[in-house]
């Protein structure tokens, strides 16, 4: 017994030093200065200046440098030919549907040692985005701004005229009888809604909540010709034919869907999340915007979406010491405070869980009420599909509905061949 609590004693006095080693591996002990890769326009340029003259009263070690890359297309390009080069920033924004491509290359560091060392409470987030942010059970990036879908909807009207929202598929049906507005000549004056066709990611989870997919688990084959995928394609183009609603597609098809709800000659739009700011501040005093979750699958018990948005990610050919003062950046960056002002200035969803019910949320919500109910749901958020060949895909599914709704082609001969083609670029990978 005695020798036992000798051994134990001994582990007690050891645990302090052990954790105080682990943790002096991260620290930063010296000057260090940084870059930032984002893509983050103009006008994000004032909240950058607002976070780093915070972080930098905080950590007077750490100087860090924003560096505009472009957009996120262009962010990606260079941050793979910086990482070919061994000449990488410290830490980089990273859309999330690139992180597992990230993970399965290897190039981005595993960010668990730094996580247990410094004790974060990465369950904060919850399940769907800790998934979105991990390869192969391993975490390797950090959620940052995170949207996901919704439809926008003129709410104004909506309680004027008794317009009640969907809320599963085949409600869409009586929903949009009612919010759709015809000209004596039997032309559409007001859509029921807009579907966004510059994004298979607007519609993707209407497919989603009704069990179909558009690459299945195997990795090697669609089942996007199925009969529900049949039938949810022929109903929207069914609404679409009634003027109902349309697809927008092809040269300004996003600025047109978004100009036509702010002009009210849509009563909803498919969208994301994170354009909150920008359809409020444009609609400006004409009516009140709402936001209402997706409408979910017709066995009224599948609600999914999907995330979007960025994610921060730690180049693994950095040096231990850039990853350290990265380390201490990504912190502060996803920090409950640091992450509840970038939603209140941009739109984002607050991603921190242990939020709610503050004080600062409660006047986030005054300010943004409409963001509660989506708020709400976000533990229904999921990762996006993370097979590499996935945007290619998506991309040929995008075009071959452009066909059906806007060309009039067959729709199972349509989606027949989308279904071969989508195997043709699997089969590829």
């Not at 302090?16 to 940084?34: C, M, R, Y």
């Not at 999330?96 to 410094?118: K, R």
Request: charged share 20%.
């Amino acid at each position: 017994m005695k020798r036992l609590m000798s051994v134990i004693m001994v582990l007690t006095l050891l645990l302090p030093f052990q954790v105080l080693a682990d943790n002096s591996k991260f620290e930063v002990t010296e000057p260090i200065t940084i870059e930032w890769w984002h893509a983050h326009e103009d006008q994000y340029a004032p909240y950058i200046d607002y976070v780093l003259e915070k972080f930098h009263a905080q950590n007077p070690l750490i100087t860090v440098v924003p560096v505009y890359m472009g957009s996120y297309g262009d962010l990606n390009t260079q941050l793979i030919a910086a990482i070919a080069s061994g000449d990488v920033p410290a830490i980089s924004n990273a859309q999330s549907p690139y992180v597992a491509g990230y993970g399965a290359a290897g190039v981005t560091e595993v960010l668990d040692p730094y996580i247990q060392a410094y004790n974060f409470d990465v369950a904060d987030f919850g399940e769907g985005l800790v998934a979105t942010t991990s390869y192969e059970g391993q975490q390797i990036a950090l959620p940052f701004l995170i949207s996901t879908q919704t439809m926008f909807y003129n709410k104004t009207a909506a309680e004027a005229e008794g317009i009640e929202m969907p809320v599963v598929f085949d409600d869409l049906e009586a929903f949009l009888e009612k919010a759709t507005i015809f000209n004596p000549d039997g032309t559409t004056a007001r859509y029921g809604t807009v579907f966004g066709g510059f994004n298979y990611w607007y519609y993707e989870t209407l497919f989603i909540n009704n069990g179909v997919y558009l690459v299945l688990e195997d990795g090697l084959t669609s089942d996007i010709n199925s009969e529900t995928s049949i039938y949810l394609t022929s109903k929207m183009k069914e609404w679409i034919d009634k003027g109902y609603a349309y697809y927008s597609y092809g040269t300004g098809a996003s600025n047109n869907m978004r100009q036509d709800f702010w002009d009210q000659k849509a009563f909803s739009v498919f969208h994301t999340s994170s354009l909150y700011d920008t359809y409020v501040e444009n609609v400006g005093h004409k009516f009140e915007v709402g936001m209402a979750w997706y409408p979910g699958g017709n066995d009224g018990e599948t609600f999914k979406s999907e995330v979007g948005g960025v994610t921060l990610i730690i180049p693994e050919a950095a040096s231990q010491k850039q990853k350290n003062a990265a380390w201490q950046f990504m912190m502060f960056m996803t920090s409950p405070e640091i992450n509840l002002y970038w939603a209140d200035q941009t739109g984002y969803l607050p991603i921190r869980q242990s939020i709610v019910g503050t004080p600062a949320y409660k006047e986030y919500l005054e300010r943004k009420p409409a963001m509660e109910d989506i708020i709400a749901m976000s533990s229904w958020i999921n990762p996006r599909n993370p097979h590499p060949a996935f945007e290619a895909c998506g991309t040929a599914w995008r075009h071959a509905l452009a066909r059906i709704f806007n060309q009039g082609a067959p729709v199972k001969e349509t989606l027949d061949a989308l279904k071969q083609e989508i195997e043709d670029i699997l089969e590829d990978y």
